[in-house]
Structure formats: C-alpha cells, structure tokens
C-alpha cells in the first residue's frame, strides 16, 4: 500500500484551533474567577449559597447578547407548532409560538376560571383584553413582552388605559401579584408600571414585529444541571423500556438512578459492586465499573451486561494467548450480564451474574470500556492495547488478541452459552484470528455513539462513532466499519508513529475525523442527537475533548464528515442553566428520549463527590416540546388566586 504522511494540519483543525485559542482566552479568565472563588470560601467558611453568589457576579456583568425579543417565557426559542391550539389560535403570528397544546389548555381554565368571577357588565368589556393577555405568554416574542422580569406583559400606553378604565377589578385575577400594589389605585399609576414605550409593547409588537436576531455561528449550548454531585461519573444511558430513568455510573462501582420526568434522583443505589471492582483513590486511574449496556429487550427479559476492572486471582492460570509473555497481568477487565430484581426494576439483582468476557491487562492503562448494542442487536465492547507507550504488547495489528478491538458478540441465539459468534462478523474462519473481532487496529476506545436514526425516515441509522485515544500527537474519531484497520500503531491520526510498520499493514480505514495537540488532548466519544427538544441539533453527534474542556460537533453529508465546536453560550442561557463545563469531560450519556448528557468531574477522584451531569441544551431553535414525553417548557399551571378581595371592591 503507499506510505501517506500528512505533515500540514487540516484547514477543518486549523479552524478549529482558532476557535480554541480564542475560547481559551475566555476559559484562562474563568478558571481564574473559579480559583478566586475557591480561595474566599476557604477563607471566609462561607456556605455554598454565598459561593454562588461570589460566583455568578463575574457572569451577570459580562457580556450579555440580548436574544429576549425572540424567546419564550422559559427563556428558549419559540418553536414550530406540531398542532394548532385551540384557544390562543396565534393567529397573528402564524404557526411559531411559546404553547403547547396543553399550556393552552391551562390558559383556557384560567380564562374559564376569571369569567365565572366577573358580571356580566364586566365580562362583555373584559373577555377580549383578558384572552389577548392570558395568551401573550404564547407569543414569539413572550420573553420581550415580559422582559424576563415582571409576570404581568408590557403593554402599549393608549392600550394600558383603554384596559384600565375598563378592567381594573379584574387585575388580581390576572396578575395575584399586583393586588397590594398601590399604584393600581390610579390609571396613571398603574401604566407608569406597566406601560412600556419600545418595540415589545403589546399591540404593537404582534403588528410590527421586530426582526429576529440570527442564530449564533458556529451553534451554541447550555448546560442544565442534574441535582446531584457525583464521583467520577463514566456513563449515562436508558434502560430502553420508556420509563424515564436515566442510569449512571460511579467509577468506584455504584450506579444511580435519576428519573427523568421528575429531575429527583432515586434513593436507593441501583447496583453496588466497589466490592468486586479493582481501582485505586489514586488521581487518573483508568479502572473501575466503565460501561453498561442494557438489552434491547430489557422491558421484557431484565437482562442487562456490565463492563468493569477487577483483580486475577494468583492462582488462575492464564490463557494460552497470554503464555510466554513477559507481562504480569495482574488485572483483567470482564464483561458480565446480570438481571434485574422482578419484583423490583429499580435493583439489580448482583446473584444472576454469568461472566461473558473476560481480557488480562499487561498494564494500568488503555482498558477500553465501550460496551453497547448496535442497531442489528448485536453486543459490542470496546478493549485498549493493554497499556504502556506506543502498545509494547504488540497487541493492536495482532489478530489472535482482543487487545485494540471492538468485539461483537450474539449474546441471544444460544443463552446456555455465554456468546456465540454473528455469522458475518469480518475474520469468522480465518485461520488464527479471534472470530469476535468487529474492527481492529484501535489504541484505547473510549465511548462510542450509535445513531438510532433520523425520526421518520431512519436515515443515518445503524451508524457507531467511536472516540480513540491519542498517544502524542493526535486524537481520532473512527466510524466502526466490519474488518477495519484503523493502523494503530503503524499510524497515528495522519501521521506515521511506528515507521516500521506504516504502509506495510495492509488497507487502513482512515478516522473520520482527527485534531492535534492545539485542539486538545484526550478525546471522549459521545452520541448522535436524534431527541426531541433541540432542533438545531438533529443528528450531531455531540463529542469532547477531556483535556481542554471542549465540545465539538461532527456532521456526515454524502460520506463526508465535517467537525465543529460547539461553544457554550456565554451571556444568554437560560436561568437554571450553566455557561461554563464544571471539569473536564469524562463521559456523554443518552436518555430514552434522545437527549444527552455531557458528565464531567473536577478533581478527578473516585472518592469524593465533585462530579457533574448536565443535560445539552440549545437556547436558540427547538422542536415543539409536546413532542416528548415530558414537557419542559411551560406546561406549570397558572396560578389561580386564593381570596378575591379587589373582586369585592368598587365593582360596577
């Protein structure tokens, strides 16, 4: 084959290493605040809420990009209605709004509700001034009306008199907060608070609306919280059976359980093996409990399988492979299924283990840990090189090894067995290759996403890209192909690394995207976006960088696959919604819904809970939110007054 040596960086890297550098001047300024921060709570023992105090100060009076004329009252973009509302029919705008079907509905009953506290003198002046205004927080431009701080909308000045004069006993129905404002006890008063004299007034800005602001290039994020600090979350993932829950690993060994619909986390662990698992409270310790999978049938079958380091017994006589080795494997790494309890899906049930896999480790380091379910239902797990600079072991081009692969095994057509072996799996007969080898030629895989496809039309499904590992000078993302040779260690992204072996192993598959050190330094894989909330990014595969702390984005179009950053939106994210990543990127996650998580840790120890998990959210563009399961926009019900005190004063 001929010998390829790229020397010059890709102008897709060198576009992104200006982002980088230009992101890091920001990065450099927040780490700074971070530590100042920390510094003043050491000294002055403050509690978490004064740190957050101490903390948000440098954000608020940062730079602030006004997107408030075009966002809803949950401070997101409007969206496109999937069915027409029945009572806020938005006809002056069309079929972009700020409901769903159920927020009108709520509306609805606040409007039923006021009409059965006013005359009927009352209601036939009031009605329509009280729909236009129930209905406003359906508006595009609810966030302008509102101006994101008072929960009565802005309106136009001869309108606030017109609706003054005719419908003041009617405010504390519409507005429970305005009752014991002095300032309704005049026209004047009252307007002089709720007038407002720009482009936002109400009429006026459903007849001349202002133009909408364009939508930040490259893309940018937001980042909600989970209510928990964990250590050192590794993998997020469902449990394929619609029930909300969002499973999530501890490297220590535990997995929690957070129930999606709610945001509360489950008190009782999951699965608890730290007793079973190997790791040490040493920083950077590749082992530990590193993946799950559930089975695509788990609703129906409670089968699930894990991925986790643990300690060779002395006496366990390794396998003929392994023999002659100069090596001491003192570890291995296993792939195990286990069952839930029956009488409750929220445990595990740790006495059904059977032992899938099992792979000696020569070193510490590179153990892999992807473990999922491809689309065909096939099990697939991901195994390092065993470790050591520039794979010592020899293991990534050699065959006869699992070392440097991903496997797929059949873990359903023979369950007295552990596995059996697809039939079309690539090197099935060929004399001294491991049948269970899917692509070879891998470094250390860590996390992989696998498209479930485009809603409607499948397109892109089937589709599994993998994060690999650099040594020294790139990272790689690879899309698994059947009997791939992604050339470790004959090359390293472009370049040759061991120039022995370069050009002379045969056919390579080339990675479908790789950066430099300028860019970062240890990739994460991630998951393909197919959810229901962020339009903006349909089918991304949404990836990260642990080392600089970055997220990208890869799109494929016609075979070719283009990468960008995806910065975090400084300045406009939502309230309950962070700006900035709060360690480095360990891991992504993918809930039932398709929405994904980005998990990260600061300190890096399994022992302390300093971990994060955010869910990804684009404040910018997203679908009708009555699309999911559940709906995170606004579907809070209006608030109905307890007494009705101004409704028996001064009523005509």
Known sequence: MMRISWTEESPNELVLKEAYLERSVIKTIRRRQLQVEQDLCNLLDFSSGMRLIIFMVPLVTGLVLDYSSRLCLDHVAPFELVNTLSFCTNSEYGTTGCCTAASDQHIKDRYDYIQTKASSAEWSRCQSFVKEILCLRCSPFAGGIFDHSRSFPGLCTSYCNEFYDKCRNLLWFLDPTLARVSALDSRDGFCQRIAVDDAYCYPDVASSPPDPEPVPSPRCVCLQPTDRWLSMPLWAGHANDGSGRLFVIEQRGRVRILDTNTGRWKTDLFLDITDQVLITPTKGDERGLLSLAFHPDHASNRRFFLFYALERDTEEELPEEYQGRLFSFTFKVRVSEMLVREDNRD??????????????????????????????????????????????????????????????????????????????????????????????????????????GENGTGAGRGRILCGDVGQEGYEEMNLLTPGGNFAWPAREGPACYNNDLCGQIGPEVHPAYYYGRSVGGSVTGGAFYRGCTNRGLEGLHIFGDYRSRSLFTMNETDGNWTTEMLPLCEGFCPPGTDAFLHGDVLSFGEDDQGEIYVLTDRLQ?????????????????????????????????????????IYEIGRD
């Open 347 to 452: 445990q595990a049930d740790l006495t059904t283990e059977k032992i899938i896999l099992e792979v000696f480790q020569p070193f510490q380091y590179h153990n892999g840990g992807a473990l999922l379910f491809g689309t065909d239902g096939y099990l697939y797990a991901s195994f390092g090189d065993g470790g050591g600079g520039g794979d010592p072991f020899e293991s990534s081009q050699n065959k006869t090894l699992l070392h440097g692969s991903v496997v797929r095994l059949d873990v359903d057509s023979d369950t007295s067995q552990p596995y059996t072996i697809p039939p079309n799996n690539p090197f099935v007969g060929q004399a001294g290759d491991r049948p269970e080898i899917f692509s070879y030629g891998l470094r250390n895989v860590w996390r992989c996403g696998v498209d479930r």
């Open 605 to 645: 120890s399994n022992v302390l809970p300093d971990g994060r998990m955010h869910r990804i959210v684009d404040p910018t563009e997203r679908y009708d939110p009555s699309l999911c399961a559940v709906d995170r926009s606004q579907d809070e019900r209006l608030r109905m007054p307890a007494q009705s005190f």
